[in-house]
């Protein structure tokens, strides 16, 4: 039997009351202070995903980590809300829209508890 290979989701979402302008900001922090092999696109209006080939559950919270601490360690974006959340394949869901539904709702999770 075939080992499956784990693929993980990092959803970095701005509340709607954001300025567009901050998901540019944050998309160049993004360019600037990850890996090459991270690739983020653009995900709805105020949303980013990234998606990690070969990275389990421990690597995608190791670069959502990664995220969040640069992004607060940029002057343009201190101060920006940035909710976000992981889900990993297979562990999570079969297919990208399972694993972006379990993203979002650990994202929202987080705007509730903090």
């Given amino acids: ?14 509340p709607k009351s954001q300025e567009a302008s901050a998901l540019l900001v944050l998309e160049t922090v993004l360019r600037r202070d990850l890996r090459y092999q991270d690739q983020f696109l653009r995900y709805q209006e105020n949303s980013l995903v990234g998606i990690l080939a070969e990275t389990d559950e421990l ?49 929202m999770g987080q705007s509730q508890t903090s």
């Fill in 1 to 14: 039997m075939k080992e499956k290979v784990p693929i993980s989701l990092v959803l970095l979402k701005l």
């Fill in 59 to 107: 690597g995608a919270k190791n670069l959502q980590k990664r995220v969040l601490d640069a992004v607060h360690g940029d002057q343009r974006l201190k101060e920006l809300l940035v909710l976000s959340g992981t889900a990993t394949y297979p562990m999570d869901g079969e297919d990208i829209q399972s694993l972006l539904k379990v993203a979002e709702s650990r994202a």
